[in-house]
């Protein structure tokens, strides 16, 4: 890929950070791009961490704390 091609898609990403207005999406952008500049690759996780995962997960979808399909498609549209 071509250098010129790899500062537009930079600048792209740029632009669409910053008019990102929804703080959920912009957490989760942070922590993957910390995960994936502080430690680029993936630990497998323990059976008890899978666990505590899907636990959290379940607690978040009972206190509504979640994005439906249409919400997603929503927020997406001003990517």
Request: avoid cysteine; charged fraction near 35%.
């Amino acid at each position: 890929m071509s250098k010129t091609s790899i500062q537009n898609r930079k600048l792209r990403l740029i632009e669409q950070v910053i008019n990102l207005e929804d703080d959920k999406i912009l957490q989760q952008f942070e922590e993957l791009v910390d995960v994936l500049l502080h430690n680029p690759t993936f630990k497998k996780l323990t059976k008890e961490e899978l666990i505590s995962r899907a636990l959290q997960s379940e607690k978040d979808i009972e206190n509504g704390d979640y994005y439906s399909l249409d919400e997603v498609k929503k927020i997406s549209e001003n990517w």
